[in-house]
Structure formats: C-alpha cells, structure tokens
Nanobody, 124 residues
Framework: QVQLVESGGGLVQAGGSLRLSCAASGLTFSRIPVGWFRQAPGKEREFVAAISWIGGVIYGDSAEDRFAISRDNAKNTAWLQMSNLKPEDTAVYYC??????????????????WGQGTQVTVSP
C-alpha cells in the first residue's frame, strides 16, 4: 500500500521558516520524482517544487528563491524547506509521487500518489 505522509506544517509569523517532510512507503521511492503542491481555500492546487530521483529540481513561481526541495532516498523522505514565509503562502501543502515515470512534472493530474496534506498558516 502506497503511503505519503506529510508533516512539519504549523503556524508561523511572516518572515519565519518551516521545513515540511514527506515520508514515503509502499513504493520504490529511489526511482521516482516527488512533487510539492499547495492549495489555498477557494483556489486551485498550485505547483511548488519537484525533485527527480537523482536530485534534479524544478520550482514553481510561488517558490521564488525562498523554498528548497531535497530528498534522501535512503530514508524514503523528501523535504520542502520554506524561508521568509509570507501570509500568501498560507495553504495546505501536499507531497505527491509519480510511480510510472522518472520525469518531473508541474501538473497535479500527472501525479498518481498523494499525501493527506499539512496545513501551513503564516500570520502577518
């Protein structure tokens, strides 16, 4: 059974930092791309960042230069380090995996496995 479990969300003041974790099980984590997305109330799910199985990365516009994605295949875990957070970063953050390909993607529907999400709230 495939499981992706996010953690590390919470309430932080503007300018602060958070590190989100995505722990994976039930899949060959070391060979698949992992993405981070976010969804704010009333908005569509938005691409944040993705990392390939060998560490290549792509970022969405929302990440700017404030976010960094990383992974440790030995630990079946990916992270999203978020710095200089802004109130507009408030959203539920999801990690996702593409099991059928090694290619990264910015499109949510191209990911077949999702975590339950972790809430990030940034106060002014």
């Amino acid at each position: 059974q495939v499981q992706l479990v996010e953690s590390g969300g919470g309430l932080v003041q503007a300018g602060g930092s958070l590190r989100l974790s995505c722990a994976a099980s039930g899949l060959t984590f070391s060979r698949i791309p992992v993405g981070w997305f976010r969804q704010a109330p009333g908005k569509e799910r938005e691409f944040v960042a993705a990392i390939s199985w060998i560490g290549g990365v792509i970022y969405g516009d929302s990440a700017e230069d404030r976010f960094a994605i990383s992974r440790d295949n030995a630990k079946n875990t990916a992270w999203l380090q978020m710095s200089n957070l802004k109130p507009e970063d408030t959203a539920v953050y999801y990690c996702a995996a593409r099991r059928a390909t090694t290619a990264m993607s910015r499109i949510p529907t191209e990911y077949d496995s999702w975590g339950q999400g972790t809430q990030v709230t940034v106060s002014p």
